[in-house]
Structures are given as C-alpha cells and as structure tokens.
C-alpha cells in the first residue's frame, strides 16, 4: 500500500472513529433522539450529502483494491521438486548467486541482477560495469557462461535467458568494499 493509500486510509478511519462513536452514543441513548431526526431530515434531498457519500463509496472501493493488490506480493520462488519433497527457492536468492558468479569475470567492476520466472522458465537480466582495458564481447560471453554454469551447478536448473546489459564502462569499482 502506498503512501497516498496510507493516508487516505488515515482520514477514512478518523471519520469512521467519529460515525462508530456516534452510533454508540445513539445506542446508549445518550444523544436526543430530535437530534437525530433533525439531522437526518437535515439531509434529506442534500446533493453535498450524496456527494460526500460517493466519495466515501469510492475510497472503500479504493481501499479495498489496494488491500488486496498487498496480499499478493509475496517473495517469488523457484519451485523444485525432489523425492524427500518441494524445495522452495527465492529469486532473490537467486539474484545473489547470479551476481556473485558475474563478478567472477575478469574485468567486471559491478553488476546488478534481476531474475525473473515466468512460464517459459528463468530469466536473468543482469546489469553489468567492465572497465575499460577488457573486451566488451568477450566479457559478457564469460559472464553469461559463467552464470548458467553456477547456478546449473548450485540450484539444478538451466536458465532460459541470460541477457548482460553493460551499464557502464569504467574503472571506479563500485562493489561493496569489504573490511577484512
């Protein structure tokens, strides 16, 4: 849910705080009852009061669609199956494997992965910085090679596209820097 739901979610619980605490005090008898039919008399034939109401309609619809559109972004996974049962991996786990097979190619200075798993099977979109005194071609050739290999090795599946995007060619190294 986004921030604009978020808050709109924030005003709509207020106002309903204020209808559920009116409804409580009609309920214990605590406000008049003239003021009640005063109130409704009031609204009576009101365009403002059906305009307030559509309103109140739409951001329930709103609401709830974004409630919903929650619920589903769940972590992706790979399903494998094994005798012993289904194994279940992240592709952001996968993501991590890829990117530390890619920075395996001589003259790879970042990269930046993303799998994606649709029903053709695999794919890996990786975004990569090589420096300057490398062939490009060659570079990318062993990145691809070297990614299908590991994970083919590590988790068991073949990938169906591997796709190298070189993002930059530069020699800042822009990994992370360990402290060792």
């Known amino acids: 849910m986004g921030i604009f739901d978020r808050i709109i979610l924030t005003i709509y619980t207020f106002v309903l705080t204020f209808f559920a605490l009116g409804v409580v005090l009609i309920g214990l008898r605590l406000l ?9 008399t009031y609204l ?5 009061a059906s305009l307030v109401g559509a309103v109140f309609f739409l951001v329930s619809i709103r609401l709830l669609l974004a409630g919903s559109r929650s619920q589903h972004n769940k972590v992706d996974t790979l399903v494998l199956h094994n005798p012993m049962g289904d194994v279940h991996v992240a592709l952001d786990a996968v993501e991590n494997l890829v990117a530390k097979a890619a920075r395996h190619a001589q003259g790879v200075r970042g990269v930046k992965v993303k799998a994606v798993n ?3 099977g ?7 910085v090589i420096s300057p005194d490398n062939h490009v071609p060659a570079v990318t050739a062993e990145i691809q090679q070297l990614i299908t290999e590991h994970v083919k090795h590590t988790i068991g599946i073949e990938l169906t596209n591997v796709r190298i995007t070189v993002e930059n060619i530069s020699n ?8 060792e």
């Open 122 to 128: 695999l794919n890996v979109a990786v975004q990569a």
């Open 44 to 48: 009576y034939g009101r365009w403002e």
């Open 118 to 120: 649709n029903d053709k």
């Open 172 to 179: 800042d190294f822009k990994g992370k820097q360990r402290v």
């Open 32 to 40: 008049p009852m003239d003021l009640i039919g005063t109130g409704i």
